[in-house]
T-cell receptor, first 115, second 117 residues
Framework: EDKVVQSPLSLVVHEGDTVTLNCSYEVTNFRSLLWYKQEKKAPTFLFMLTSSGIEKKSGRLSSILDKKELFSILNITATQTGDSAIYLCAVEARGAQGGSEKLVFGKGTKLTVNP | DTGVSQDPRHKITKRGQNVTFRCDPISEHNRLYWYRQTLGQGPEFLTYFQNEAQLEKSRLLSDRFSAERPKGSFSTLEIQRTEQGDSAMYLC???????????????FGEGSRLTVL
């Protein structure tokens, strides 16, 4: 069965700290790995990674995928209180006809950034 | 607003009652997903549609749950004889498989929160 494991489950830091969130996965017919940010409402898309070793970057957030070791990390530098949220990792499995089937989510990492 | 919309946003019901949630996806998206999320957990897959066809249904979904997408546009999720364990946020998401480049990104609605007393 497809599985996504995130660590840590919870993290409390001070503003300005750098954090690294981890995501490991086991999935049949891997297609992509996605990171989402969830505050009080629906998850919002951050990154999609399909190739190993290519860093995706958006402002203070960056992410990279290792398809050999089956994991991804999400880095946030110079954290701000507005970064407080649950960060979800999801893996997309390739369907029988090459299209996506569904996203399998991890439990998320709850990040709290204190002033 | 052209995002995914869900209705109602909140539903409180007594155990044993039936509830129905509606999802209107982004109009050009042909895939529609239902997820359930409880506190401290990531979204848990329930089912998904491509157009009006239900392509996959989670084994975790009991026969009290049924979903439809009759015309390939909006979808409904019905829970019959609700139980307290059904209390959760029910998230709908949509994506496009027919508009390249296909990215796999799901666009989520704001969810329907169900509380079963």
């Amino acid at each position: 069965e497809d599985k996504v494991v995130q660590s840590p489950l919870s993290l409390v830091v001070h503003e300005g700290d750098t954090v690294t969130l981890n995501c490991s996965y086991e999935v049949t017919n891997f297609r992509s790995l996605l990171w989402y940010k969830q505050e009080k409402k629906a998850p919002t898309f951050l990154f999609m990674l399909t190739s190993s070793g290519i860093e995706k970057k958006s402002g203070r957030l960056s992410s990279i995928l290792d398809k050999k070791e089956l994991f991804s990390i999400l880095n946030i530098t110079a954290t701000q209180t507005g970064d407080s949220a649950i960060y979800l990792c999801a893996v997309e499995a390739r369907g029988a006809q090459g299209g996506s089937e569904k996203l399998v989510f991890g439990k998320g990492t709850k990040l709290t950034v204190n002033p | 607003d052209t995002g995914v919309s869900q209705d109602p946003r909140h539903k409180i019901t007594k155990r044993g009652q039936n509830v129905t949630f509606r999802c209107d996806p982004i109009s050009e998206h042909n895939r529609l997903y239902w997820y359930r999320q409880t506190l401290g957990q990531g979204p848990e897959f329930l089912t998904y549609f491509q157009n009006e066809a239900q392509l996959e249904k989670s084994r975790l979904l009991s026969d009290r749950f049924s979903a439809e997408r009759p015309k390939g546009s909006f979808s409904t999720l019905e829970i019959q004889r609700t139980e307290q364990g059904d209390s959760a946020m029910y998230l709908c998401a949509s994506s496009s498989r027919s508009i390249p480049p296909y990215t796999g990104e799901l666009f989520f609605g704001e969810g329907s929160r169900l509380t079963v007393l």
